[in-house]
């Protein structure tokens, strides 16, 4: 295990833990002033290819067999998806799928899912467990992203200065939390101590994903919850 | 040049060749599909604006409700011709709309018409969250009971993120020409190095990706022809066996997918694993039409029974 990852389960669990880290993938349970949680997750920056995720979808289905009901705290730091031609020959997309969905059937059994991001945040790494928790949350040094303004000026064939002037003001382009933060999808940094803030966030009440809403409260995404209640046809409910 | 019917054309049958609107009116009861927030609501991307790049009116993907066999069903379609179907904060939120929709009104299914490179780079990190917010969407509408049904034949294939929505449904059938994965072969070549997966051999992105060997890995549930017609009845087939968002269901997904691994991870390649699973005559299997293909690999298919 990191010093790193020893540090921020320090911080999370002062009350103790059991959680152990292998290949990146951390698996485990702790003791928090709301209760004992459930932890898993990707720690280090580790890319998530077919071993790392299956494992990690056993242990969700493990934790609901075992502990019904029990809260999960997840933590995040991966690169994104393995990208590899053996993780795609063997159907990567379809074992992230599966987690995905194994994260889904926590939540209907009662689960309370909360994400604690702390490190890189991406893409293939990101979206089958850590942003599927009800609640997502930061730490120091969280720094979601989708690609580096660099690699969007090639992708784009706009100068590299422009998107630069641009992710100023849109929360859209800039890789890093303050972006994400304004679009609704993740919560800002924690001030210590970690541990009272995790107790408060997994006493919060769950309701439905209010990400766009949120995004729209922060000025990051001005329209996304409108076309999603138009097409769903919420508006016409109201009176 | 005189035309059968009164002067129009032909029927078109590939579904690889028809644009979103036109797959939509080919798979669903004639007549039957309505628009929601169609391209006369003039909802197009800010994002893309601000940037100076066109826009397009329906953002890249087409949404309503329709028919299937007599059957209220809702419907999505991507139109790779935009963007190749990649998704934005409108489009995306087009798609979760659709998805609560169908939770509320409990149809007898939902068709998303998949032809997606995934997140839209020009509005990358909204592109990610709209992925996230689909496949939330995708899965509440499972647990409410509305069977989530994904078709994979067009031109851009079904990749990155929209790779991960694609296996978050019920069921999925794919033309051979149709390709899934989520690290795409121009991805992978640029991060890893043309060693690692060279993006012009088109014979290896075909096996990797493609609609024969994800039907045999058991990634897709049915391989169908390049038609209009055929993947109209692979959905209303998929649509009647849904497949239950319950532990015994995903407890037996999930040995399937160690079973998987344990057979074929040591594969670099999926002509490997054609052979470990003992496809009869791997070597042929590029050459048979749909139908061929899948009595051919019948008893070496690794998927639901």
Redesign the interface.
């Known amino acids: 295990m990191t010093p790193a990852l020893g540090a921020l389960l320090g911080a999370l669990f002062p009350a103790g833990h059991a959680v152990r880290e292998e290949d990146g993938i951390v698996r485990g349970a702790a003791r928090t002033a709301a209760g004992d949680v459930a932890v898993l997750g990707s720690a280090g920056g580790a890319e998530v290819g077919?071993?790392a995720a299956?494992a990690l979808?056993?242990e969700v289905?493990r934790v609901?067999?075992e502990h019904p009901g029990r809260p999960i705290v997840v933590l995040v730091d991966t690169r994104g998806?393995r990208?590899?031609?053996?993780?795609?020959?063997?159907?990567?997309?379809?074992?992230?799928?599966?987690l995905?969905?194994?994260v889904?059937?926590a939540r209907?059994?009662g689960h309370r899912l909360v994400a604690v991001v702390s490190g890189d945040a991406v893409?293939?790494g990101v979206?089958?467990l850590g942003?599927?928790a009800d609640a997502i949350h930061a730490v120091e040094g969280a720094h979601?992203?989708?690609?580096s303004l660099p690699a969007?000026a090639r992708?784009?064939k706009?100068p590299l200065e422009r998107l630069e002037e641009?992710s100023r003001s849109?929360?859209?382009?800039?890789?890093g939390l303050d972006?994400?933060v304004r679009?609704?999808?993740l919560e800002p940094a924690w001030e210590p101590p970690l541990s009272e803030r995790l107790a408060a966030a997994l006493s919060r009440p769950v309701g439905p994903?209010r990400?766009?809403e949120l995004?729209l409260e922060r000025g990051?995404?001005?329209?996304?919850?409108a076309?999603?209640?138009?097409?769903?046809?919420?508006d016409a409910d109201e009176p | 040049m005189t035309l059968p019917d009164g002067g129009h054309p032909p029927a078109q049958k590939s579904y690889r060749e028809a644009t979103a609107r036109r797959r939509l009116a080919g798979i669903l009861d004639p007549g039957s599909f309505t628009e929601l927030l169609g391209p006369s609501e003039r909802v197009t991307s800010p994002h893309l604006a601000s940037l100076g790049l066109s826009v397009a009116f329906d953002d890249g993907v087409v949404v309503g409700e329709g028919r299937l066999g007599g059957s209220a069903v809702l419907a999505a379609s991507q139109e790779g011709g935009f963007m190749g179907g990649a998704v934005g904060e409108v489009h995306g939120a087009k798609l979760v709309g659709l998805l609560r929709r169908a939770e509320r009104e409990r149809p007898a299914g939902v068709l998303l018409l998949l032809d997606s490179g995934g997140v839209r780079l020009q509005e990358a990190n909204a592109g990610l969250v709209a992925v996230s917010e689909i496949m939330r969407a995708l899965l509440s509408a499972r647990a409410a009971g509305v069977p989530v049904v994904g078709l994979i034949g067009g031109g851009w294939g079904c990749f990155g993120g929209m790779g991960i929505v694609a296996r978050c449904c019920d069921g999925l059938a794919m033309s051979e020409e149709g390709r899934l994965g989520i690290s795409g072969p121009d991805v992978i070549e640029a991060t890893k190095g043309v060693e690692e997966l060279d993006a012009a051999d088109r014979a290896l992105v075909w096996r990797t990706y493609g609609g024969k060997h994800r039907y045999l890995l058991g990634e897709a549930d049915l391989i169908v022809e390049d038609d209009l017609a055929a993947f109209r009845a692979a959905a209303a087939e998929l649509l009647a066996r849904p497949r239950p968002l319950d532990l015994d269901s995903l407890a037996r997904e999930h040995e399937r997918l160690a079973r998987r691994l344990a057979d074929f991870g040591g594969c670099g390649d999926a002509a490997e694993v054609w052979q470990l699973a003992a496809a009869p005559e791997p070597e042929r299997l590029p050459l048979l039409d749909a139908d061929a293909f899948r009595r051919t690999v019948a008893p070496a298919r690794r998927g639901e029974p």
Do not use: I, K
């Not at chain 1, 849109?170 to 890789?175: C, D, G, K, T």
């Not at chain 1, 076309?227 to 919420?234: C, K, L, M, N, T």
């Open positions: 077919v071993e299956l979808a056993g289905l609901v067999r998806q990208m590899t031609r053996r993780d795609e020959v063997l159907g990567l997309n379809g074992y992230l799928g599966h995905a969905a194994c889904e059937l209907r059994r893409s293939g979206l089958p942003f599927m979601p992203w989708v690609m969007m992708v784009t706009l641009l849109s929360a859209v382009l800039a890789p972006g994400f679009l609704g999808a994903d990400r766009a995004g990051g995404r001005l329209l996304a919850a076309v999603a209640r138009r097409v769903s046809g919420e």
